[in-house]
């Protein structure tokens, strides 16, 4: 009886939710919106809805603060900006579709490569943007880039094959990345970093959270670089040339404070040739690279083999420009199968701990 009960009950709310898109769908040729009535100074936020063939940077360029964008089953070839606070841009799960377009307007989101673009100012973030449940793939750069953000959330985002990452951001802050896949992304699936255009301390991020991802295909799983204060969570890291990095340099403040925690890291195994900042890489679970005060704990790493000098279950390694590992804790992981070795210390940095790790080998010896 409870197993029929809690079909009806699932049924009957599939019907309801079917019944509300259709509703929203109805409507003229151009991107629906309705507003009701609001009491003064208290505006309701509308729904603009976008039918497959129509634009949504159109529906998007219409809406105010608060507002959604939703966007009806359908293959989308354009780019999309966004710079409105409080807009979510949702798609309907994987039936959402979006590739590249044919518009190439100069400094467009398009023109730098990239599928959908949320872009705060030099000296204000856009704040509580949301992307949710949509493909971004066939990009040349990349699939969602977010700059100057504060409290952005992506959700539900599928981003792949594309140039370069799948989801990156820069100078973002307290974001919220979970429940997306992204696969087959020409660096890494995932990239967060205080900037790429110049060599900078590293950047408090307020309480970002990397969670529950699906990580799959790409050079790297995670990239953090140069950021505080960050977690990195429950995440499936599997079949990319390495899993997760955090970047530090020889700038002040130090790369780290960060918690990477309860992920699953397996067969990490693709081969990716070397570029002008790494050296080739195969085979890596966790990198830490010029980084300080952050807590490898709790994750399960299998099988990452390579012959890389970054090969190995959990790496700690100098940086390129002489950064050392300072201060670190890898405490509580479960490691096997990984090689040349499950723990991995060529770095002569301080204060840097193992203990309680689940492991066979280490190099050097005795940190299992």
Known sequence: MHTV???????????????????????????????????????????????????????????????????????????????????????????????????????SCAARGNGICVMGAKDRAVPGVTVADLTVTGFPGTGVFALATDRLTVRNVTAAENGVWGIALEHSLRAALRHNTARDNGDAGLFLANT??????????????????????????????????????????????????????????????LTVRGNHIVRNNRSCPKTARLPALQGTGIVLTGAEQTLVTRNEIRDNAGTSPLSGGIVLFKSFVGATNDDNRVTGNTLDGNAPADLVDTDPGRSNTFEDNTCRASLPAGLC
Do not use: W
């Open 5 to 107: 009960r809690n079909m009806t009950k699932r049924l009957i709310a599939y019907l309801a939710c079917t019944a509300a898109l259709l509703v929203a769908g109805l409507g003229a040729a151009a991107p629906a919106s309705a507003r009701p009535p609001a009491h003064p100074g208290h505006p309701v936020p509308s729904i603009h809805v976008v039918r497959s063939g129509q634009s949504i940077q159109n529906a998007v360029d219409a809406a105010a603060e608060g507002d959604t964008v939703l966007v009806l089953p359908g293959t989308y070839r354009e780019s999309v900006k966004v710079t409105t606070p409080g807009l979510t841009l949702r798609g309907v799960g994987g039936h959402t579709v979006i590739v590249p377009g044919t518009d190439m307007t100069p400094g």
């Open 196 to 257: 790429v255009r110049s060599e900078e301390g590293a950047e408090d991020t307020r309480g970002t959270v990397v969670e529950h991802n699906l990580l799959r295909g790409n050079r790297i799983g995670v990239t953090v670089r140069r950021l505080r204060n960050l977690t990195v969570a429950g995440n499936h890291i599997t079949a990319n040339c390495a899993g997760v990095f955090v970047v530090g340099d020889e700038n002040t403040p130090k790369a780290g404070d």
